[in-house]
């Protein structure tokens, strides 16, 4: 409060305490949004006859000095004001004379009433006295008023920054709090739910506000994500390269569209510390080297019908360092002698992962393969790498609780996609 609002005698009137309506609680009716981060129109609300929750324009830094026998006049009008009787509020602020104080309140008394074309005037009163504050936190009433949620939070902060103190001096903090943190909130709660059109309104509304804000551009993301929208989600991560978990997400973008190089590039751009990268930057890796692999690899990977040839390249060209690990002697198989994946057969068998008939010394690699056979095999192998047994999917009840998955008939690619999951614990 300045020296002039003391001796006015304002200690108790900076803002009245009986108002029909507080901030936190006004209603915003948002209409219809049309592209994402897109503009934001909301229905006008008006308070017939009651007083808002505004000032005194008597209050705060930057009053006019103005004759005592006028303060009394504005004093009188404003209590009437406070009081609900606006007609005879005017009558005072109008003997109060052309008097920046008598004026504002005349303002306020419109407002109050809904008069159309005060805000506008309110905005040109700012311009004209820059530096009073109860002026420009009147103006953000009225912007908030008619749904103008920019303009009001600016002119709270021209505001504060005049009139830091409290109560007027949070309001801004206050209007952002509530229309930025409370809309990220409820968007990551909706998206939770699977209500991801709604969450997406909250965060449109609250970027209209702030549209750089980390966390709010990464959740939309994820959002899109989650919808297949990878193109979108990548968009808005370009807004944010220097977030760890934008990072993260554009990784998981780029390996979703095979481009394993720049997935690689991406996770080893993070912290060692961070959750997921060792696992995620493996799982790229291995995807990558997959691409490199020979004709005959890429021709069991890509089979709808696995057998147990096409079981073992898939194995050791998704986990290449099984090769390198000691085992037992290698029996005489004499069906693999001319079969493209020798060398990986070899590799199941002398480790122990997959079986031969030793006596008949055969390995059966075109016999079909089955899901038991699968299963033991993956965790044969996790085991020989040092990894945890996976959780099998034992029916419908268990799926997208964490377990894995492989549907009859066995494919090359939902055997890849278990391996990497069991390698990385994150879904490829």
């Known amino acids: 409060m300045t020296d002039d609002a003391t001796r006015f005698g304002e200690h108790d009137e900076d803002r009245h305490n009986p108002m029909t309506v507080a901030r936190g609680t006004r209603p915003l009716l948002m209409a219809a949004l049309t592209t994402f981060f897109g503009l934001i129109l909301v229905a006008p609300s008006i308070w017939a006859n009651d007083p808002l929750d505004l000032p005194s324009p008597l209050a705060g830094p930057g009053v006019a000095a103005v004759k005592k026998k006028q303060i009394r006049k504005i004093q009188r009008g404003w209590r009437e004001f406070v009081a609900g009787d606006m007609d005879e509020a005017t009558k005072r602020a109008t003997r109060a004379g052309e008097v920046p104080p008598a004026q504002l309140l005349v303002y306020q008394i419109r407002l109050s009433r809904g008069d159309d074309g005060t805000k506008d005037e309110l905005a040109d009163f700012c311009d004209r006295h820059p530096e009073y504050a109860a002026a420009w936190m009147t103006l953000s009433v009225a912007e908030e008023i008619v749904g103008l949620e920019s303009a009001a939070l600016e002119a709270a902060r021209r505001g504060a920054a005049l009139w830091p103190e409290p109560p007027w001096g949070d309001r801004a903090a206050d209007l952002y709090r509530h229309w930025v943190d409370d809309r990220v909130v409820t968007a990551e709660t909706l998206f939770d739910t699977g209500q991801n059109s709604a969450a997406l309104a909250e965060l449109v509304a609250a970027n209209a506000l702030d549209p750089n804000r980390p966390d709010m551009v990464l959740l939309a993301a994820e959002i899109f994500v989650s919808e297949g929208r990878l193109d979108e989600a990548a968009t808005l991560l370009d807004r944010i390269p220097d977030e760890p978990d934008a990072r993260f997400l554009a990784g998981q973008i780029a390996e979703a569209g095979g481009d394993w190089q720049s997935a690689m590039d991406l996770y080893a751009s993070l912290a ?151 390698m990385s614990g994150v879904d490829p």
């Open 272 to 422: 060692d510390d961070y959750p997921g990268k060792n696992g995620a930057l493996e799982r790229a890796q291995t995807r990558w080297r997959l691409t490199l692999l020979p004709k005959y690899a890429h021709a069991s990977m890509a089979t709808d019908q696995l057998t147990r040839g096409d079981l073992a390249i898939v194995l050791v060209s998704v986990q290449p360092r099984l090769e390198t690990l000691p085992g037992g002697a290698v029996p005489v198989m004499s069906d693999i002698v001319d079969y493209p994946g020798q060398r990986e057969i070899i590799t199941v068998v002398r480790l122990g992962i997959m079986d031969a008939d030793r006596r008949g010394h055969r390995f059966f690699p075109n016999r079909p393969v089955s899901i038991d056979t699968i299963h033991e095999a993956i965790q044969r192998s996790r085991a020989l790498l040092g990894r945890t047994a996976p959780v099998w999917c034992s029916g419908e009840d268990m799926l997208g609780s964490g377990c894995t998955s492989i549907p009859s008939p066995p494919s090359g690619g939902a055997v890849i996609n278990a391996v990497l999951d069991s």
